[in-house]
């Protein structure tokens, strides 16, 4: 399960002494105690879960880094910049604009057939909802949107 494999990574990298991967680890296994904590019961995240908290994690050092680069702190960017890149080595490898529009054709056929009536701009939100499942967060819903408004727009 990935989580064991986040602590034993953790383990390897506090034995290296790389403080960067080490305080990254922690803070990413700390937010998926959080996540599991978080609602009425305690449970354990599955996988999908895990990478999507990994995901959240990414984008918040993204944002950190273009706030810092703003605010010309060049030295705290590249802090965020290198966490995030021990988080990019936990998830999935991100589908192509192309496989997002080919899962984007598919979903649209699949509504198509289940309904027996053209697919419009109207069920977009079902379409990127289809998309999503497929997708297991290897696409940023933006661009999963975009294919699916990219797809409806032509018919």
């Given at each position: 399960?990935?989580?064991?494999?986040?602590?034993?990574?953790?383990?390897?990298?506090?034995?290296?002494?790389?403080?960067?991967?080490?305080?990254?680890?922690?803070?990413?296994?700390?937010?998926?105690?959080?996540?599991?904590?978080?609602?009425?019961?305690a449970r354990?995240?599955?996988?999908?879960?895990?990478?999507?908290?990994?995901?959240?994690?990414?984008?918040?050092?993204?944002?950190?880094?273009?706030?810092y680069d703003?605010?010309?702190?060049?030295?705290?960017?590249?802090?965020?910049?290198?966490?995030?890149?021990?988080?990019?080595?936990?998830?999935?490898?991100?589908?192509?604009?192309?496989?997002?529009?080919?899962?984007?054709e598919q979903?649209?056929?699949?509504?198509?057939?289940?309904?027996?009536?053209?697919?419009?701009?109207?069920?977009?939100?079902?379409?990127?909802?289809?998309?999503?499942?497929?997708?297991?967060?290897?696409?940023?819903?933006?661009?999963?949107?975009?294919?699916?408004?990219?797809?409806?727009?032509?018919?």
């Open positions: 399960m990935m989580k064991e494999q986040l602590r034993r990574d953790l383990t390897a990298a506090m034995k290296a002494r790389d403080k960067t991967r080490v305080a990254t680890l922690r803070m990413v296994l700390a937010a998926v105690m959080n996540a599991e904590v978080a609602g009425d019961a354990e995240l599955s996988d999908p879960e895990i990478i999507t908290v990994l995901n959240r994690e990414v984008r918040k050092r993204q944002e950190a880094a273009e706030t703003s605010a010309g702190r060049p030295e705290l960017a590249e802090q965020e910049r290198a966490e995030q890149a021990v988080l990019a080595e936990y998830l999935p490898v991100p589908l192509s604009d192309a496989e997002v529009a080919e899962l984007a979903a649209v056929a699949q509504l198509r057939a289940d309904s027996g009536e053209p697919v419009g701009m109207r069920q977009m939100g079902r379409v990127v909802g289809l998309v999503q499942s497929r997708v297991a967060g290897r696409a940023d819903g933006g661009r999963i949107a975009a294919a699916v408004r990219a797809r409806l727009a032509s018919g």
